[in-house]
């Protein structure tokens, strides 16, 4: 037996059912992506702190805007191993059906290196390109879920080598001041990219991430046949999730940190390619949904 309206696509059904004509739900575009991370990339190095940093900045929330994606800043002041740092978070909010919210997140900043130009194209770079081109795919869809995309500052370390809490200022902020403000207890899931434009990328597991959410993100490679960039090996991952996780939340790390070029004066765009993002985007897209579907299960 068969239903005459299931043989209908999709978007014909979602304008019977609004009696308007929404466009239809967008791809991940590695070429858009691609196109802001060059121009990060040609911003120069963008440390926290930096003129360069606030550049880059002004660049996001203008692409943001240009999708129709409302961004508020978190700043606040922090001490860091080398002085006081000025930090911005930024926060661009898509409205799901539901306030309770899954965070998409990533890191704008780039590690401060004195003794070469460091313009971090896969790290710092790749993610801030990838969740501006997230955001306008987002907002093209109808998500259960209220969707924030979360640009993080500050986590590299001041000083060269990653201890204590010089690192991961921008989420350790961000998951106290949700704490205070009673925002944490609509944050079901956070997903973390970091370093995802790598030309020969292979992402492992990570074994600090909650294992529901990553099995999550590496069914849905397999499913897609992208299963030759998620690899099935672990290693623990200390990342932005970190704060997250402590604080009870779902939260997984998409990193490829076996990168030839991380931290060295060649992370730049020779390093990268924008089918490296569209593979992380296409997985990430078609996750979501899943994550938002295990949720709702999780709630019943
Ligand atoms: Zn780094």
Redesign the pocket.
Known sequence: MTNGLRMLPAALLAIAATGSAQPPPQKFDSNRAWEHLRRLVAVGPRPAGSPAIAQSRTYIKAELAASGVPVVEQAWDDQTPIGNVHLVNLVATIPGSSKDRIVVSG?YD??LFREFRFV?AD??GSSAAFLIELARVLKSSRNPLTMELLFLDG??ARLPEWNGNDNTYGSRHYVEVAKRDGSLAGLKAMVLV??IADRNLRIKRDANSTRWLTDIIWDTARRLHLDAYFAPAMTPIEDDHMPFLAAGVPSVDIIDLEYEA??TPQDTLDAVSARSLQVVGDVVVAALPEIQKRLASQAR
Do not use: N, S, Y
Request: without cysteine.
């Open positions: 890191h780039t590690k971090g790290d710092g986590e590299e970091d370093m991380w931290h």
